[in-house]
């Protein structure tokens, strides 16, 4: 990076109220999702008995938000973002209420499973869309709320409660499908989402700050593109990122780990789902006091090597704790890829262009979460459960083995 990072205190951006509002809000929200995911999973499992039907989910979510993630961008960046990010969250309340009806007893009994599997992969669809503008409106408006002094700092803590959050909806959401069923798990969840969005209102108005909202959408659009692509540091995390999430996907099946393979249960089925959190969140919390100095490059590609390996472990083992201790420390080594990248974004990006980057990033990064779950549920269907999830692991130390030769310049990367 051209000019010197450095954080003053590791509380420096949570001293910034609004900055604290959005923190909580975002955390709020984030459970919810979590905990909605979680119950989408393991509903469709149990509804369809096909671990392919867990990958179509993921692809439900991953084509509109795919398809929308550019426009979604020029939209942001020329608008206020705060009446987005609200209404965002008020249709993602919308969407629960829907999968609420679609749970109840009264649907169970006039329809047929797979109807009911299809209203489910409806409704997701609808989140993709909603998903490609609210996930990159919040971190376009954290670089609103905190000077650019603090920026590292925010990005840090910013990831670190969605970790948190990710921890507690994963885990959470087992547990409720347990002990209240779908359907006062999705109750639990609206109200999340409704507290969110009481929180959040408290943000100050956060007006356009691209000059050039008058210029056409395909060239606003291919602005951002430009700008992502000629940053090569940006452009080889991403890229890393996206390949290693798309083959190392393991969690899209710990729905069928926990109940066929490991057979622990939906309390079982909850804390694997939430072991790689917990890994990430430690090691989100150290970055937060001991951030990366030197070698970032360097680093985040042996991290996503050990991310690889972990991947293999959980394939290969038949032992509830051996699983949960391979998807933590998963966890823990993606941490070290998240944080790089961010800070990358946050600190190379101009604030007029904020919102076309990050919908980019969502594009290649967020999305490719969906998309691995689809990869993961038809090899899965191909190979088989656990040769499909080792074939992923391998896959991710080769494409590390590629980037390390063909991509010198992420290597050496230093900020």
């Known amino acids: 990076m051209a000019e010197e990072i450095t954080t003053r205190s590791p509380l420096e951006a949570v001293k910034i109220a609004e900055f604290r509002n959005l923190l909580i809000g975002r955390f709020t929200f ?9 119950l989408v999973g393991w509903w469709i499992y149990n509804l369809t008995n096909a671990p392919f039907a867990i990958g179509v989910v993921g692809l439900s979510e991953f084509l509109p938000a795919v398809s929308f993630a550019l426009y979604a961008g020029h939209v942001i960046d020329i608008s206020e973002k705060r009446k987005l990010l609200l209404r965002g969250v008020s249709l993602y309340f919308a969407a ?4 609420l009806l679609l749970s109840t007893g009264f649907t169970a009994q006039h329809l047929h499973n797979h109807v009911i599997a299809l209203g489910i992969y409806f409704v997701i669809f609808c989140t993709g869309i909603i998903r490609a503008f609210t996930g990159p409106v919040f971190n376009v408006v954290l670089a609103q709320v905190v000077p650019r002094s603090a920026l590292q700092n925010a990005t840090t803590w910013n990831q670190g409660a969605w970790l948190s959050a990710s921890v507690s909806g994963h885990a959470l959401g087992g547990f409720l499908i347990a002990a209240l069923g779908n359907t006062g798990t ?5 109200s999340l989402l409704l507290l969110a969005l009481f929180v959040l209102i408290r943000l100050k108005h956060k007006p356009a700050l691209n000059e050039r909202s008058s210029a056409k959408t395909w060239d606003s659009v291919k602005e951002g593109l430009r700008f992502v692509f000629r940053t090569k540091e940006l452009l080889g995390a991403i890229s890393l990122d996206l390949f290693a999430v798309l ?18 249960g939906p309390q079982g089925f909850g804390l694997l789902n939430g072991a790689s959190d917990i890994g990430s969140i430690c090691i989100v919390v150290f970055l937060t006091f001991f951030p990366i100095r030197r070698h ?8 996503v090597a050990g991310f690889g390996t972990c991947i293999i472990i959980f394939g290969l083992s038949r032992v509830f704790w051996l699983s949960f201790g391979a998807l933590m420390i998963s966890g823990m080594l993606d941490a070290v890829s998240v944080v790089t990248r961010g800070t990358i974004m946050q600190l190379k990006t101009p604030d007029n262009m ?11 990064i967020n999305s490719s979460n ?8 038809l090899a899965a269907k191909l190979l088989g459960v656990s040769p499909s999830v080792i074939f992923g692991g391998c896959m991710t130390w080769l494409v590390v083995v590629i980037t390390w030769f063909k991509a010198p310049s992420l290597r050496k990367m230093e900020y």
Do not use: W
């Open 30 to 38: 984030i459970i919810g999702l979590r905990m909605m995911s979680t």
């Open 96 to 99: 629960v209420l829907c999968l």
């Open 186 to 190: 999705l109750i639990v969840i609206a």
């Open 247 to 264: 083959f190392g996907g393991a969690v899209a099946m710990v729905p069928v780990y926990a109940r066929d393979i490991l057979k622990v």
């Open 296 to 303: 970032q490059g360097k680093k985040l590609l042996l991290a």
């Open 354 to 364: 904020r919102g076309r980057v990050m919908s980019v990033n969502s594009m290649f």
């Open 370 to 377: 969906e998309l691995g779950q689809f990869e993961s549920g």
